[in-house]
T-cell receptor, first 115, second 113 residues
Framework: DAGVTQSPTHLIKTRGQHVTLRCSPISGHKSVSWYQQVLGQGPQFIFQ???????GRGNFPDRFSARQFPNYSSELNVNALLLGDSALYLC??????????????FGNGTRLTVT | DQQVKQNSPSLSVQEGRISILNCDYT??????FLWYKKYPAEGPTFLIS?????DKNEDGRFTVFLNKSAKHLSLHIVPSQPGDSAVYFCAASETGTASKLTFGTGTRLQVTL
């Protein structure tokens, strides 16, 4: 079975530009979450979507937005990129939104570098 | 404000011995705790979890212990194997927000021959 897939794997952008990151969850998983991992830190929660609705948002500015499509795939958008947005962006899926019996399964991430 | 803390950035253990990774938390609303393992260039992989109604959970070589009064949990790996060498993250969530995990900064475990 395919795991969580993310694209692209690497991306280089310039300050002020916009970026779109994509995620396909494990088949049958209806919940997608996005995390940002800065070098030397643990992943930090950005968004959770379940059944195409936003169910949670972390402490990130409005430059960050996301959406979930009818096939449960998801996009993370970041506008007006800053140098500090350089990080590994991880997508995770689970069968249900907030069940203790469905832990998050992570993709391998998109490495974003802002120059 | 670091709500989940892993105070040991690295740990080296001999193959066959026990590895003990520690994690402390400050948020008393956390009631679900997980450990993830991460290899370079891969996403975190779920290892084991424990809810606050338990104080121990075992899965093969991995055991997680939870001490709620001390707000402390630990992961024991017995016996340690070279393939266990990775970065281990402790994570926690509050009731009803199992997808909103708060992670620690990770502990790099190296299992030597």
């Amino acid at each position: 079975d395919a795991g969580v897939t993310q694209s692209p794997t690497h991306l280089i952008k310039t300050r002020g530009q916009h970026v779109t990151l994509r995620c396909s969850p494990i088949s049958g998983h209806k919940s997608v979450s996005w995390y940002q991992q800065v070098l030397g830190q643990g992943p930090q929660f950005i968004f959770q979507y379940y059944e195409k609705e936003e169910r949670g948002r972390g402490n990130f500015p409005d430059r960050f937005s996301a959406r979930q499509f009818p096939n449960y795939s998801s996009e993370l958008n970041v506008n007006a990129l800053l140098l500090g947005d350089s990080a590994l962006y991880l997508c995770a899926s689970s069968t249900r939104g907030n069940s203790y019996n469905s832990p998050l399964h992570f993709g391998n991430g998109t490495r974003l570098t802002v120059t | 404000d670091q709500q989940v803390k892993q105070n040991s950035p690295s740990l080296s253990v001999q193959e066959g011995r026990i590895s003990i990774l520690n994690c402390d938390y400050t948020n008393s609303m956390f009631d679900y705790f997980l450990w993830y393992k991460k290899y370079p260039a891969e996403g975190p992989t779920f290892l084991i979890s424990i809810s606050s109604i338990k104080d121990k959970n075992e899965d093969g070589r991995f055991t997680v212990f939870l001490n709620k009064s001390a707000k402390h949990l630990s992961l024991h790996i017995v016996p340690s194997q070279p393939g266990d060498s990775a970065v281990y993250f402790c994570a926690a969530s509050e009731t009803g927000t199992a997808s909103k995990l708060t992670f620690g900064t990770g502990t790099r475990l190296q299992v030597t021959l």
